[in-house]
C-alpha cells in the first residue's frame, strides 16, 4: 500500500519531500550550519527516513472519502406520507375518478403509482373539474385527521441545530400545508404546494427553492416515501434522494431502475440521522 497522501500539498516553491520550506533540497546549510556538500547527504537521508515509517492499516481510497465528504446545506421534504402520517385513501379516490376497470388497468400499467393530477390535467373542463372536486373532498377528510410523522420534530430540531434549511414540496393543496405548519408549530420555507406549476415529478419546484436559497441542487437532499414523485424530482434536478419506505413497498427489483433508484432508503424518519452525519460535511 503506498503511504497516504497528506491533506497538505507544498507550494511550487517548496520541496515536498523536506519538512522544511526550501527551494532547494541541498539548501540545508542555514538551517544545520553545515556545507552544502554535507547538506545533501543529510537530505538523502532524510528522504530514505521518510519513507522507512511504518505504513497504516487505513487504506487511502477510505481516508480520501472522509476527508472528501459531500456538503449538504438543505433538506426538502414531501408532505402526506412524509412528514405526515398517510391518512388519505388513494385507490378510493382514483376508483371514484377513473372507475374501477380504468383504476386496475392504469395500476398495472404503472406501478411505481399513477399520476392522477397529470392525467386529468388533459382531460375537457368539465370532467377535470369533477375530479378536482373528488380530490377536494378526500383531502378535506385528510385534513381533518392530520398527524405528524413520528421522528418529524425531532429530525427539524436536528437540522436546526446544524443550521440546515428545510422546505417542503407537496402535491396537496396551500391550505394543507397552511394547517400542517398551524398545527405542528414547524416550519418549512419555501414550502410549495400543487398551486406552484408545474408540479412534482417535474423538477421546477426543487429547482425553484434552490434558487430561492442560493445554492446548489447538488447540496440538496429531497426527502419523500414515492419513487415516481419525489425520487424522480430529486433526480432530474440533480440532488440527492431519500426514500422513506416503511413497509418495504418499494423493495420490488421493478423498482431497481436507474430512474426511481434513490441514493438512500430508510424505513422511519429517525434513521435520517446518522444518515447525514455519516455522509455528509453538513454546513449552514
Known amino acids: 500500500m503506498d503511504w497516504p497522501v497528506a491533506p497538505h500539498v507544498a507550494p511550487a516553491s517548496t520541496n515536498a ?33 521518510r519513507f522507512s515509517f511504518p505504513k497504516l492499516s487505513t ?24 412528514l405526515t402520517i398517510p391518512v388519505i385513501d388513494f385507490p378510493s379516490m ?5 372507475g374501477s376497470d380504468e383504476y386496475s388497468r392504469l395500476r398495472k400499467e404503472n406501478p411505481a403509482g399513477i399520476d392522477i393530477l397529470g392525467l386529468i390535467d388533459g382531460w375537457p373542463e368539465p370532467d377535470r373539474r369533477r375530479a378536482y372536486q373528488v380530490i377536494a373532498d378526500h383531502e378535506k377528510i385528510g385534513l381533518d ?3 405528524i410523522m413520528p421522528g418529524a420534530v425531532e429530525l427539524c ?7 440546515l434549511r428545510r422546505g417542503l414540496i407537496t402535491r396537496n393543496v396551500q391550505e394543507a400545508v397552511d394547517l400542517f405548519h398551524r398545527r405542528f408549530g414547524i ?54 434522494t431519500c426514500l422513506l419506505d416503511q413497509t418495504g413497498r418499494y423493495n420490488s427489483p421493478e423498482y431497481n431502475t436507474e430512474d426511481l433508484r434513490p441514493d438512500f432508503k430508510v424505513s422511519r424518519l429517525d434513521d435520517i440521522f446518522p444518515l447525514l452525519e455519516d455522509n455528509f460535511d453538513l454546513v449552514p
Open 187 to 240: 416550519t418549512f420555507s419555501p414550502a410549495l404546494s400543487r398551486e406552484f406549476r408545474p408540479y412534482k415529478p417535474d423538477p421546477a419546484p426543487l429547482l425553484h427553492i434552490c434558487s430561492n436559497w442560493n445554492i446548489q441542487p447538488n447540496e440538496v437532499m429531497m426527502v419523500g416515501d414515492s419513487v415516481k414523485d419525489d425520487i424522480v424530482c430529486g433526480k432530474r434536478a440533480g440532488a440527492f
Open 145 to 147: 385527521r392530520l398527524q
Open 157 to 163: 430540531g436536528f437540522l436546526d441545530s446544524k443550521r
Open 59 to 82: 487504506s487511502s481510497s477510505s481516508m480520501s472519502s472522509a476527508r472528501h465528504k459531500p456538503r449538504l446545506r438543505g433538506l426538502v421534504f414531501d408532505m402526506d406520507g412524509t
Open 94 to 98: 382514483y376508483r371514484s375518478i377513473l
Open 17 to 49: 519531500l523536506s519538512p522544511f520550506p526550501l527551494s532547494n533540497p541541498r539548501d540545508f546549510s542555514w538551517v544545520f550550519g553545515v556545507m552544502p556538500i554535507q547538506s545533501l547527504f543529510l537530505s538523502r537521508s532524510l528522504h530514505r527516513l
